[in-house]
């Protein structure tokens, strides 16, 4: 067993009102990015955890998400990085 | 009649529960820990209020897994009655009791106010008390309110029947203004497939009493006791 670091995004499911990504983006548009299209805000969660190896981490991060971390309603998830220690 | 009234870490509408069930419907109440196992000869469940540890990741999503729920899942599958209020709605929804899931309130404010509701379901267990398109005035309390599913669950929900209440104006209108929290369909409460579980955004227990501003909550709680029976 190893130690890993997994961070994982969660974020609103597209398509769904997101009224927090809009103040944010109209809040930006006043600052002068007039580029900014469109903003999401998620969490970003962290996990230590024991595991066999890397894919294995991952594994169970996804079980996590699905479980617990994620409304299945309503947010999208996706393991932005696994790393050893 | 015994309610069983669950305290999550966290719950703050319990004793308005009570209250209303003990004082003003005059039957029995007890208070269910959630760590315990037991619902205590309880014939009707009811999830109150509050912000079940603090709402952390998402309002409801750590409550559902309190051991308490399992039997409470147990109580609805076997067709009794679960009332699901606020906080306790999230947490229907976190535990598959009822589909959809509430979201941050449109205009990201909490929002207090006595809103009206128009009585879109009057055969279930806790809405018989009603007529039909009666318009009752009861308080919402909440910052993640607003109803959401996808379009064929709302679908369904509407087919079946299974929409208690919507936010109307004074006349009965589904309007957005009346909608204090971009639910979906003005979505207010909805019922389980067989009737027996209602969630609701807004606070019948706070409607109990005419020094609350209005008692227009008193015939749910009447509802379920006829049909449970003393």
Known sequence: MSRYRVAIHIVPRRGLLDPQGKAVAGALHSLG????????????????????????????????????????????????????? | MKFGIVTFP??????????????????????????????????????????????????????????????????????????????????????????????????????CQVVRLRVENTPSLFTGGYQAGQILRIPIAHGEGRFAADDATLDALDDAGRVAFRYVDASGDTTAAANPNGSARNIAGI??????????????????????????GLALFQSALARVGA
């Not at chain 2, 679960?82 to 929002?111: D, H, M, T, Y």
Request: charged letters at 25%.
């Open chain 1, 33 to 85: 990015f007039s580029g900014v299209r469109d903003v999401h805000v998620g969490r970003h969660v962290v996990i230590e955890t024991e595991a066999e190896s890397a894919d294995a981490a991952d594994r169970r991060a996804r079980e996590m998400c699905e479980r617990l971390l994620a409304n299945p309603v309503t947010e999208d998830f996706e393991i932005a990085g696994v790393s050893e220690g």
């Open chain 2, 10 to 111: 966290g719950s703050n509408c319990d004793y308005d529960a009570y209250h209303a069930v003990v004082d003003a419907l005059g039957e029995e109440a007890a208070y269910l820990w959630h760590k315990s196992h037991d619902l205590e000869g309880a014939d009707v469940v009811i999830l109150p209020g509050g912000f079940s540890y603090g709402d952390y990741l998402r309002a409801g999503a750590i409550a559902r897994f309190s051991p308490i729920m399992r039997e409470v899942v147990a109580h609805a599958e076997r067709g009794a009655p679960v009332l699901a209020i606020c906080n306790g709605f999230q947490i229907a929804c976190e535990a598959g009791l009822l589909p959809g899931a509430l979201l941050r309130n449109q205009e990201l404010k909490f929002s």
């Open chain 2, 191 to 216: 019922t389980s497939e067989r009737g027996n579980v209602l969630g609701m955004m807004p606070h019948p227990e706070r409607a109990v009493d005419p020094l609350l501003g209005s008692v227009d």
